[in-house]
């Protein structure tokens, strides 16, 4: 009941009890009850006497059955069944992985409103408030061993970078390895997990982090989101839809490719080349000037006068 009330208040708008009592049949008392337990998923509602209640902002929800529409009528190659849509999980990557060991070697996609255990790459939190974001992630099988999905993650922080600059935002750039960045705050992250057989046939799991309406939140980085940049509330449902037909066809064509053949794209969005960085990995910092991403995906440093790739760490601007 708690998700039909919601749907009538995500407008954003006052709602008296006795409207929805009507709408749900029930008294106005369990209206009330069910508009107290969407606080737990971390929601304003707002009660007042003669008005009745309302959401502090409107809300866009995520509508399994206008997405699986959207997918059908597109290039996808995901079909509707493969499509779950959560109310509130741990993880959708951690998600993924329980489908896929139900069905292996099926694409799989989880979106969910909200997640308890959201992960960042290296062990960080990533903040998923309520249906507020996309929290999306694809399980997709692939055949030829781990080296195969070489630079993957950056080819998708590309995906996400082009479905920006389509919906009109400037300034989108990547930072290597995947994070994608407009005006230099952090707007999406990836992060991709292994299940099965790193050797073998294995399936990534790609997870696709996108702030879209979040306006508040406590973060130890510089972040942004879509409502920020365009000013409107966005659809969800409609930017999961672009996200997951641009994702599968990229997942599709990975492993023929490898990340050469996106190589020139990514290379136009990045946001590093040529500034003074430091790469740190551990304990261990390099400092150099960026000098992009090689074939492979590789970030390429020069120090000293010597280019050298790097394959993991984490790249900073060096402040000079
Ligand atoms: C990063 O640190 O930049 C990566 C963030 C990835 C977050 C997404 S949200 C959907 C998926 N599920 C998770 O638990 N993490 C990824």
């Not at 502090?56 to 997405?67: A, C, G, I, Q, V």
């Not at 896929?100 to 939190?125: A, C, D, F, H, W």
């Given at each position: 009941m708690s998700s039909q009330?919601?749907?009538?208040?995500?407008?954003?708008?006052?709602?008296?009890?006795?409207?929805?009592?009507?709408?749900?049949?029930?008294?106005?008392?369990?209206?009330?009850?069910?508009?107290?337990?969407?606080?737990?998923?971390?929601?304003?509602?707002?009660?007042l006497k003669g008005k009745g209640y309302k959401l502090k902002s409107p809300l866009s929800l995520?509508?399994?059955?206008?997405?699986?529409?959207?997918?059908?009528?597109?290039?996808?190659l995901v079909s509707g069944e493969a499509i779950h849509v959560h109310w509130q999980i741990d993880s959708t990557n951690e998600e993924a992985k329980r489908e896929l060991l139900k069905q292996p070697n099926q694409p799989v996609v989880?979106?969910?409103?909200?997640?308890?255990?959201?992960?960042?790459?290296?062990?960080?939190?990533?903040?998923?408030?309520?249906?507020?974001?996309?929290?999306?992630?694809?399980?997709?099988?692939?055949?030829?061993?781990?080296?195969?999905?070489?630079?993957?993650?950056?080819?998708?922080?590309?995906?996400?970078?082009?479905?920006?600059?389509?919906?009109?935002?400037?300034?989108?750039?990547?930072?290597?390895?995947?994070?994608?960045?407009?005006?230099?705050?952090?707007i999406a992250g990836v992060l991709i997990d292994i299940s099965g057989d790193p050797l073998d046939c294995f399936n990534a799991v790609v997870g696709v982090g996108l702030n879209v309406n979040m306006s508040e939140a406590v973060i130890d980085q510089s972040w942004t989101s879509v409502l920020s940049q365009t000013g409107a509330y966005a659809q969800r449902t409609d930017l999961a839809?672009?996200?997951i037909e641009r994702l599968s066809v990229l997942l599709s064509?990975?492993?023929?490719?490898?990340?050469?053949?996106?190589h020139e794209s990514w290379s136009r969005y990045d946001s590093?080349?040529?500034?003074?960085?430091?790469?740190?990995?551990?304990?261990?910092?390099?400092?150099?000037?960026?000098?992009?991403?090689?074939?492979?995906?590789?970030?390429?440093?020069?120090?000293?006068?010597?280019?050298?790739?790097y394959n993991g760490g984490e790249i900073s601007l060096r402040l000079v």
């Amino acid at each position: 009941m708690s998700s039909q009330a919601l749907q009538i208040l995500a407008d954003g708008e006052w709602h008296s009890g006795e409207e929805l009592s009507e709408a749900l049949s029930v008294s106005r008392t369990a209206v009330w009850k069910s508009l107290k337990k969407l606080s737990g998923l971390g929601l304003e509602v707002e009660a007042l006497k003669g008005k009745g209640y309302k959401l502090k902002s409107p809300l866009s929800l995520l509508d399994k059955e206008k997405l699986k529409e959207q997918l059908s009528a597109s290039d996808t190659l995901v079909s509707g069944e493969a499509i779950h849509v959560h109310w509130q999980i741990d993880s959708t990557n951690e998600e993924a992985k329980r489908e896929l060991l139900k069905q292996p070697n099926q694409p799989v996609v989880i979106l969910t409103e909200s997640q308890t255990q959201g992960r960042g790459r290296r062990g960080r939190v990533w903040q998923s408030p309520f249906a507020e974001n996309l929290y999306l992630t694809i399980g997709w099988p692939f055949t030829a061993g781990i080296s195969s999905i070489e630079g993957l993650s950056l080819a998708v922080g590309l995906v996400v970078a082009d479905v920006l600059t389509e919906l009109g935002i400037a300034d989108v750039s990547l930072k290597w390895p995947n994070d994608v960045l407009v005006a230099n705050q952090k707007i999406a992250g990836v992060l991709i997990d292994i299940s099965g057989d790193p050797l073998d046939c294995f399936n990534a799991v790609v997870g696709v982090g996108l702030n879209v309406n979040m306006s508040e939140a406590v973060i130890d980085q510089s972040w942004t989101s879509v409502l920020s940049q365009t000013g409107a509330y966005a659809q969800r449902t409609d930017l999961a839809a672009a996200l997951i037909e641009r994702l599968s066809v990229l997942l599709s064509e990975f492993q023929r490719h490898g990340f050469s053949h996106y190589h020139e794209s990514w290379s136009r969005y990045d946001s590093m080349k040529g500034r003074q960085v430091v790469l740190s990995m551990g304990d261990q910092k390099v400092f150099g000037v960026s000098c992009g991403v090689d074939q492979n995906g590789a970030v390429l440093i020069e120090c000293d006068g010597t280019i050298r790739a790097y394959n993991g760490g984490e790249i900073s601007l060096r402040l000079v």
